[in-house]
């Protein structure tokens, strides 16, 4: 039952040389003997991330750099390895040095992860070369048809049973929810989330939708439910697919919401609506025209669509780590980034919405569930993964709450159509269908 | 008191020799004998701009080209010259021969621009070149310090008390009112438009606005008396700027309202809020980075902005004979474009809203407030003035209802606040400040 995912992408060399995470109750002993050029080290590492108030602690329990103030967040580190792989790449190596074992963060692993962004932020903010720099740092990678399927597969074919121990239980979302009210539950707010999209694309019953990128499938289903539509949803990850198409069959909808293994590029069809929530990460700059000509070309005369996606306010790339380990290939756009989707077609953005801060909660809400089921976990990972993938979600969420990360949500039109609400109140009123 | 606002421009010289319009009902004897060559032409036209459904007369009244059927629109020509100038660039010319009365649409000429909009869009979307061509094709201009005050002057300030005559009596706003009750009067639509803009913005008592463009400074004074703000706004429009606070003094809030007769490249000061309605037009995209760069400096740590533009869902130039005769230096962005405003200097977009259908209501107000005082302007304007002022009004409508027009509103924050509301149901309650 136990699985490494790690291993399809291979084991980081450094990782593999530290010691068994169970023996990390006695890292003073495996580090060696600390030396003036360990210390020297971790004091440049604290400058390097820009002087976060952090406490650097080494293998032998003396403290290397920072205030020793108690209440300081404390890190600790094994061996100088960790220290000098952090030094070489802070942002990819804490990922992995963390998840073996060979860093432990005492106190708040969350408030950590923000302090930590909001230091390097500050300091990048500082450079004069940054804004030039960043623009070519930060070319995104391509996304080819089998390359796509490799990377959905590594992420998406981890096993619908770990998704379904900490995703929501009613619709089986892995995207951000909405919270217009932030006492809801996950539940709530991610049913509250498939409303205001289908509210917004104005759906009405016997419309035809195409969907790409469905996940389990929950937003097909509850098109088709509550609003009356047809739809067609595709997706690459065979695991998703055949959950989706279960469900689907169980809750009587298999006549009027097909599944389709295959990717976007592939939607063929007249639709009245197009909807994408959550792929566009995984689509890749470069694809943005191609992505917006097979909307075209799908979409009826007075046809219109939504796509909700990570994004950033400047461009940037993923979390080396994550972009890495948790989502390869994965690239949150800005909004003038995916204009190119829209403008080459003239289709016209009627709304955009960012709902950066409903991703933070609804990570939130995972992260509290996947504690809740760790016991279920550890008997289908082992604790690299586990320390990985909850790394990964405190990270998400700290880089949502800093600013780091944007949700979009976009609507378009057909250029032509005047068929449009005059207002967005209808988004906010109670009747609809429940 | 007649003035030909023509005139700093230069009347073009195909207008010149045109005849006297008073005489336009005799305009068979006017253009010559009719040849072979008159009637090939008349049809090359209509060719040309994709064969709308229109019946092309000539001088001594023969149907040239068209279908002769009674209810169709009824084009007639007073010469060759007319012909010839419509075949060389009909989008620039036409203005200026149905201005000088050398071309009459019989008819409704909405109905008539709007047909004519379709027509050509359908035809260039049948070219092979035209995406890629509209690119090389629409570069747009750019605006120095004094160009930008020379073209301002040239529409703004041709009069307060001739805008007077058609603007609403309430808040005398020259740009898109809000109708989220499309049933609304434009006084109704221009007050709801500021509310929305302010409820946006989530104006607080004592809060300080910077804005850029204020025309004659009623969302400034408005924004002070309803909302508590101290507001400074900038206009390089001298009348504009005389009247606004002309006003402000009257209304008693010259304490808190200040109005600069300066570029928005000149703001300073530190502002919780940046505002600009209906500037962004008259800046020109290589100027967009220096904007964000004002509203950078201009801007606390918490701050947020709003700009309320004319766009294009895919770029393009301005109409030509509007760039040219009524809004020189206008350029109208895409939102892809609006990007290198808030991009650079990582602003997070929050909320986009498309209003171009609650343009062309506007302006269909500002067309009927215009016949209806048809008898103050034509003291005040000569009738070429009067026709190319009709025709700019109802081919803006045209420009909007045909998509060829948008109007953007976007809201953009710091990027690190998280004082954020958690939906924009606030936007559509009424418990707002009367």
Redesign the interface.
């Known amino acids: 039952m136990r699985r490494d995912k790690f291993e399809p992408l291979g084991v980081p060399d450094i990782a593999g040389r530290g010691p068994d995470w169970s023996k990390s109750t006695e890292h003073e002993h495996v580090g060696g003997r600390v030396t003036a050029l360990d210390r020297w080290l971790a004091r440049q590492l604290l400058a390097a991330v820009g002087d976060p108030p952090f406490r650097f602690v080494l293998w032998n329990g003396e403290t290397a750099a920072g205030p020793s103030d108690k209440h300081t967040l404390e890190v600790r580190f094994v061996d100088r390895g960790a220290i000098m792989g952090l030094l070489y790449d802070p942002e990819l190596r804490f990922g992995d040095l963390y998840s073996s074992g060979r860093i432990e963060v005492e106190g708040d692993l969350l408030e950590f992860v923000e302090t930590a962004y ?1 230091a390097l ?1 500050a300091k990048l903010a500082r450079s004069p070369w940054h ?1 030039r720099l960043s623009r070519l740092r930060n070319r995104p990678r391509t996304n080819t048809l089998s390359g796509s399927r490799s990377n959905i597969h590594h992420h998406y074919d981890l096993g619908n049973e770990f998704y379904r121990l900490w995703l929501d239980r009613e619709v089986m979302q892995y995207t951000c929810a909405y ?4 006492t809801m539950t996950l539940e709530q707010a991610q049913v509250a989330k498939l409303h205001h999209v289908c509210r917004k694309l104005r759906l009405e019953p016997g419309q035809t939708v195409a969907e790409a990128g469905c996940g389990w499938g929950g937003l097909a289903r509850f098109m088709a439910k509550h609003y009356g539509v047809k739809v067609r949803a595709y997706n690459i990850s065979r695991e998703q697919v055949s959950f989706a198409r279960e469900r689907a069959a169980e809750e009587g909808l298999a006549e009027r919401v097909e599944y389709v293994e295959d990717d976007y590029r592939n939607i063929r069809g007249d639709f009245d609506v197009f909807v994408s929530v959550g792929m566009l990460e995984h689509v890749g700059t470069d694809h943005y025209r191609e992505l917006g000509g097979v909307i075209d070309r799908c979409l009826k005369d007075k046809g219109r669509g939504l796509i909700h996606t990570i994004g950033r ?3 940037g790339l993923m979390n080396a780590w994550i972009e890495k380990r948790i989502f390869p290939g994965a690239y949150p756009p ?3 980034q995916m ?2 989707i ?3 077609w ?9 709902l ?3 991703y933070a909660r609804t990570l939130t809400h995972w992260l509290e569930r996947f504690d809740r089921n760790l016991d279920h976990i550890e008997d289908m990972f082992d604790e690299r993964f586990i320390r990985a993938w909850r790394l990964y979600l405190v990270g998400s969420i700290a880089a949502f ?3 780091s990360l ?1 949700l979009f949500q976009v609507v378009f039109e057909r ?4 068929e ?1 609400p ?4 209808h ?2 009123t109670g009747d609809h269908p429940q």
């Open positions: 909001r932020d804004h919270y217009p009210d932030p306010n400047q461009a800005t909004l003038g204009m190119e829209f403008e080459p003239e289709f016209s953005v009627q709304d955009v919405e960012n950066r801060l409903h709450t800093t600013g944007q250029p032509h159509t005047n449009l005059w207002s967005r109140a988004l906010y």
